[in-house]
């Protein structure tokens, strides 16, 4: 009992003790996934940040990009109304050169007198003429070499243009590319947000399971602990119960000895007895020889009469043994079949009265000549002399 009850408080102990670490590997758990969440809600905001700029960016860039666009084709108009310029001087220039040609091929095919009347204000409007021409061709050509140089500018220009397109495209795709990988990103951190969010309500729900199993244990524990207190003053009251039968076993050896001296002096005495009247039967059997010769001898006449010897024996051919002791308050007898007789502890006897059966006893203790019962069951309270079988 005592080793039950040991194992009962360690087993509770240990129980106790796994329920605690177990408490406390959950609390770390959800103050660490907290902690996770914390971290991931400032990277999740940072990143919205980070997104958010590079939006803005990306807006800048576009409307840089739309206003290199407007340039672009501004140049490109003015270097088509400079190209469209070019060739109408180029035009003016082939009429004026044909013109040219026109009038000397007049000059030479027309008559003398005509150039001599015309000495005189020819030369002059002529020459005044093939000055506005220079000069103009002067101009026609300052204005070409200045378109061409404008037209250089604009095609470095728009060289530089085309290529700052490409880094801005470049730029645009980068930014687009990272803005995928931001937005992968958040989707990535705000499903790892919900997972973790899920888990804290596991958690938490576990924590609240594990309380009410807390709660649960607790009470058996109160009652185990009210059932252990019942089975301690039970184990007191059958620790008493155990010195108490101790103290009358040690009784009962004292008496089943005591009774087992007087008895093997009762025993010695009518072996005694028995050798005295065996002697004393010898004794009167040698007279009643003497007396009887000289007489006719007739053959013995033997009647058997119910003695209480034969009786005796008789008795002892139906019921083996018989009941020497009785104690009722201690709920004992003892008998006169000992371990000479086979009789061992556990087994048990029919008590018998005038031929009828009046209780049940079984062995608890055996002597050589006697042996101590425990009374089982008896219709009528059973006497010294009762028969046994």
Known sequence: ME???????????????????????ASSQQQKLLRESNDLKTENTALMGKASKLENDLKETQSRINSLKAEKDRGVEELNDLQKRFESVSRTRDELIEKLKQQSQAQASAPAPAPVQ??????????????????????????????????????????SLQREKNVLAIDINSLRNERKDLLRQLDYNQ????????????????????????????????????????????KESLDKKVQSLQEDKSTIEKRLNEMEAMLTDKITKIDALKNELEAVKNSK???????????????????????????????????????????????FVVIDL????????????????DAKSIGTIAVIQTRAGISACDIKRMNTPLKIGDGVK
Not at 146 to 153: F, H
Not at 295 to 324: M, N
Not at 338 to 353: A, I, L
């Open 338 to 353: 000992g371990s000479t007789s086979g009789v061992k502890v556990g087994n048990t006897f029919n008590v018998y009265r």
């Open 3 to 25: 080793q039950k009850i040991k194992f009962i408080i360690i087993g509770l102990a240990g129980f106790c003790l796994l329920f605690v670490f177990l408490f406390i590997q």
């Open 118 to 159: 015309q000495e005189v204000s020819v030369p002059q409007n002529t020459d005044a003429y093939w000055g506005t021409v220079l000069k103009s061709k002067a101009d026609l050509e300052i204005q070409l070499s200045s378109i061409r140089t404008e037209l250089k500018n604009l095609q470095i220009s728009n060289e």
């Open 285 to 331: 059997a040698s007279d009643a020889g003497k007396e009887s010769k000289g007489s006719v001898e007739l053959p013995a006449i033997v009647v058997r009469s119910a003695s209480s010897s034969d009786k005796g024996s008789v008795q002892i051919q139906e019921y083996p043994g018989k009941i020497l002791a009785v104690n009722l308050d201690s709920n």
């Open 191 to 234: 499903k790892l947000l919900d997972s973790m969010s899920q888990e804290v309500v596991r958690e938490r729900n576990d924590k609240v399971a594990i309380q009410d199993n807390l709660k649960d244990i607790r009470v058996e524990n109160g009652m185990l602990s009210r059932q252990l207190k019942s089975l301690v003053s039970r």
